[in-house]
């Protein structure tokens, strides 16, 4: 009987032993840096990937998306599955290319300008030139625009080209195969991870970024 007891006792302490486990530390947010050098920090971004989900409220329609955006330089690849009752939205272009737009089951269209092209085949436009800088957390450079800044000089609302964005939330990203100069490896980045776009009463999108793949820098020549 004692045998038995004192196995018990063994089994319940070994029990509770597995189940005191030591956390893991908490992510911290790394170090407060000027708006200066976040902007120094995340403009050189220029070859990566998010997904995640899109929302749309175009007067009285709502619909929502997953969302895959890739960038590698001024070269854009937005696809979104499910929008407004269509089962896939590709949409792919360059400043020097134009836009092609490829919605499933009506076909292919081509056009030099990203907004007029959205607005005629899906009935809503965003500034796709400047939404790459908006999506990273910085305004579009060289247009005029109002910055509100939280308490880590991270963007919080962003007034520019007629939109209001709003900043609801940040995540913590690693570069993919930083260099060991290069201060992400570091203190890694804070990246938008859900963003609310307005412009005017009717229109509204609602993005949530789910995961951002960053790829390392290359020189223009070498793409």
């Known amino acids: 009987m004692n045998a038995i007891r004192l196995t018990a006792l063994a089994l319940i302490a070994l029990l509770a032993g597995c189940g005191v486990q030591p956390q893991p530390p908490a992510i911290e947010p790394g170090p407060l ?10 403009m050189p971004l220029s070859r990566w990937t998010v997904l995640g989900k899109v929302s749309i409220r ?12 890739s960038q590698n330089l001024d070269h854009y690849r937005i696809f979104m599955a499910g929008p407004l009752g269509q089962g896939a939205v590709n949409i792919e272009g360059s400043e020097r290319l134009g836009i ?7 076909g292919r269209y081509h056009a030099d300008s990203p907004e007029q092209l959205l607005q005629q085949r899906l009935g809503w436009s965003v500034p796709v030139s400047q939404m790459p800088y908006w999506i990273r957390g910085l305004p579009a450079p060289e247009q005029t625009h109002i910055k ?13 080209g007629g ?12 570069q993919t195969n930083p260099s060991t100069s290069d201060p992400f490896d570091q203190t890694g980045l804070l990246l938008p991870r859900k963003i609310e776009l307005r412009r005017g009463n009717d229109l509204r999108l609602l993005m949530v970024f789910k995961q951002w793949q960053l790829e390392p820098t290359l020189n223009a020549e070498n793409s």
Do not use: P
């Not at 840096?33 to 995340?42: D, K, T, V, Y």
């Not at 009285?60 to 955006?69: E, F, I, T």
């Not at 092609?100 to 009506?106: H, M, Y």
């Not at 939109?163 to 990203?173: E, K, M, N, P, S």
């Open 163 to 174: 939109w209001d964005i709003r900043y609801l939330g940040y995540q913590h990203q690693q």
């Open 33 to 42: 840096l000027s708006w200066q050098e976040r902007s120094q920090q995340l």
């Open 148 to 160: 509100v800044l939280d308490d880590r000089n991270r963007l919080e609302r962003l007034l520019q």
């Open 58 to 69: 175009n007067g009285d329609r709502r619909d929502s998306a997953s969302l895959n955006w």
């Open 100 to 106: 092609t737009l490829e919605v499933s089951g009506e």
